[in-house]
C-alpha cells in the first residue's frame, strides 16, 4: 500500500525566504509522485509531477523538487517566497501515472509580508 | 473547454435526505474519480472508474453509490445523507492507459449535512 507522509500541518515564512514543505511517501513500486497547490475555495492545480524521467522536476510559478529515492522524499521548495503562494500544499503518490493519487494531509503555506 | 465541471457548486441537507453531486468532463479522458476533502485529512478517494462501464471502491466508500452514465459523465449519490459525510467533494479526470499520468480536477462542491 502507498501512502504520503508530509511534515507540517501549516508553514509560515516571511515574504523572500526560502519556501520548503517536506514530502515523505511509501511504495512497493516505483513511484509517480505530484505537488498540487490549492488557493482557497478553489479546486486543485498541478504545480509539478515526478514520473521518472530526471530527478529534479521543475513546476510552475519557480516552484521545483527534487526526488530521493534513498531517503523516499520529494520536498517542494522555492527560493523566494511571494505574497501569493500562500496556499495548502498536497504531495500525492500513485502507482502507475493512471491510478488513483493517494494524498498527504497537506500543509497549510502562510507568507508573512 | 470547461475542462471538468461539478454540480452544485454548494448545498446543505438534512439528515437522512438524498441527493446526487454531478460531474461532468469534455476531456475525452477515460478514468474519472471522487475524493473527499476534510480539514486535517487532504483528500481522500471514494470511488473510480476506470473507463465507462466499470466502477471500484476507494478507500471510503460505504455510504456512498456511484454511476459511470457515460465516458462524460460520473455522478456521486448519498441515498441517506449523515453529518460525517459534510465535506467537500471533488471529482477528478485522467486520459487512462499508458503514458497518461495528471489527473484534473473540478472546482468542487462543499455538501453539509445537518
Known amino acids: 500500500a502507498q501512502s504520503v507522509t508530509q511534515l507540517g500541518s501549516h508553514v509560515s515564512v516571511s515574504e523572500g525566504a526560502l519556501v520548503l514543505l517536506r514530502c515523505n511517501y511509501s511504495?512497493?513500486?516505483?513511484?509517480?509522485l505530484f505537488w498540487y497547490v490549492q488557493y482557497p475555495n478553489q479546486g486543485l492545480q498541478l504545480l509539478l509531477k515526478?514520473?521518472?524521467?530526471?530527478?529534479l522536476v521543475k513546476g510552475i510559478n519557480g516552484f521545483e523538487a527534487e526526488f530521493k529515492k534513498s531517503e523516499t522524499s520529494f520536498h517542494l521548495t522555492k527560493p523566494s517566497a511571494h505574497m501569493s503562494d500562500a496556499a495548502e500544499y498536497f504531495c500525492?503518490?500513485?502507482?502507475?501515472?493512471?491510478?488513483?493519487?493517494?494524498f498527504g494531509k497537506g500543509t497549510r503555506l502562510s507568507v508573512i509580508a | 473547454n470547461a475542462g471538468v465541471t461539478q454540480t452544485p457548486k454548494f448545498q446543505v441537507l438534512k439528515t437522512g435526505q438524498s441527493m446526487t453531486l454531478q460531474c461532468a468532463q469534455d476531456?475525452?479522458?477515460?478514468?474519472m474519480y471522487w475524493y473527499r476533502q476534510d480539514p486535517g485529512m487532504g483528500l481522500r478517494l471514494i470511488y473510480y472508474?476506470?473507463?465507462?462501464?466499470?466502477?471500484d471502491k476507494g478507500e471510503v466508500p460505504n455510504g456512498y453509490n456511484v454511476s459511470r452514465l457515460n465516458k462524460r459523465e460520473f455522478s456521486l449519490r448519498l441515498e441517506s445523507a449523515a453529518p460525517s459525510q459534510t465535506s467537500v467533494y471533488f471529482c477528478?479526470?485522467?486520459?487512462?492507459?499508458?503514458?497518461?499520468?495528471?489527473?484534473?480536477f473540478g472546482p468542487g462542491t462543499r455538501l453539509t449535512v445537518l
Open positions: 477528478a479526470t485522467i486520459l487512462g492507459g499508458a503514458g497518461s499520468d495528471t489527473q484534473y
Open positions: 476531456m475525452n479522458h477515460n478514468s
Open positions: 500525492a503518490v500513485s502507482e502507475r501515472g493512471n491510478t488513483p493519487l493517494v
Open positions: 472508474s476506470a473507463s465507462e462501464g466499470t466502477t
Open positions: 515526478y514520473t521518472s524521467a530526471a530527478t
Open positions: 511504495s512497493s513500486v516505483p513511484p509517480y
